[in-house]
Nanobody, 114 residues
Framework: QVQLVESGGGLVQPGGSLRLSCAAS????????MGWYRQAPGKQRELVAQ???????DYADSVKGRFTISRDNGKNTVYLQMNSLKPEDTAVYYC????????WGQGTQVTVSA
């Protein structure tokens, strides 16, 4: 059974930084991509950033230049460095693992507020 364990969320002031981590464990077949989605209250879940096993990175327009995704393929871990955080970044952030199936983490709350 595949499990995704996220960490690193919390409360931060506007302009601050946070780093999210997500470690995948279990019997994992060929990984296509790992990434992060977020869901704010009353809104749909949206892609924040994704990195394929081949190294291709995609970002939501709203986070380009502020967020950086990275992976440690040997550890099946994905990171999201978030800089220059804004109140509109407030959401529950979910780790995503794409193999032949899709897996989700339990979510970690990120709150950006003064």
């Amino acid at each position: 059974q595949v499990q995704l364990v996220e960490s690193g969320g919390g409360l931060v002031q506007p302009g601050g930084s946070l780093r999210l981590s997500c470690a995948a464990s279990g019997v994992i077949s060929s990984i296509n991509a790992m990434g992060w989605y977020r869901q704010a209250p009353g809104k749909q879940r949206e892609l924040v950033a994704q990195q394929t096993t081949g190294g291709k990175k995609d970002y939501a327009d709203s986070v380009k230049g502020r967020f950086t995704i990275s992976r440690d393929n040997g550890k099946n871990t994905v990171y999201l460095q978030m800089n220059s955080l804004k109140p509109e970044d407030t959401a529950v952030y979910y780790c995503n693992l794409a193999t032949m199936r899709t897996y989700w983490g339990q979510g970690t709350q990120v709150t950006v507020s003064a």
